[in-house]
Nanobody, 128 residues
Framework: QVQLVESGGGSVQTGGSLRLSCAAS????????MGWFRQAPGKEREEREG???????????YYADSVKGRFTISQDNAKNTLYLQMNSLKPEDTAAYYC??????????????????WGQGTQVTVSS
């Protein structure tokens, strides 16, 4: 059974930093994409934005333009953990952040679909 557990969210001021973690279990070798999506206040689940993803086989990363240069996704295979380092946070980064995993290449392309494995989410709030 696949389980993804996020942690590390919180409240920060503009310009601050946070590091999100996603502890994964039950994944198989077929899982080739993992990533972070966010759901802004008032948005529906289907409107989740893929902010950063990683091709787990070789570590290639993919970012939304809105977070390039500020966010860094990484993986620690020994700990089965995915990270998202978020720097220079802005109020528009406020959202619930979700970890996702799949064998579906669309995840690496930051495309949302409900068929991925999803965590329960962690809230990030950035105040001005």
């Amino acid at each position: 059974q696949v389980q993804l557990v996020e942690s590390g969210g919180g409240s920060v001021q503009t310009g601050g930093s946070l590091r999100l973690s996603c502890a994964a279990s039950g994944l198989t070798y077929s899982t080739k994409c993992m990533g972070w999506f966010r759901q802004a206040p008032g948005k529906e689940r289907e409107e989740r934005e893929g902010v950063a993803t990683i091709y787990t086989r070789d570590g290639r990363t993919y970012y939304a333009d809105s977070v390039k240069g500020r966010f860094t996704i990484s993986q620690d295979n020994a700990k089965n953990t995915l990270y998202l380092q978020m720097n220079s946070l802005k109020p528009e980064d406020t959202a619930a952040y979700y970890c996702a995993a799949s064998a579906d290449w669309r995840l690496c392309s930051r495309i949302y679909t409900d068929s991925y494995f999803w965590g329960q989410g962690t809230q990030v709030t950035v105040s001005s």
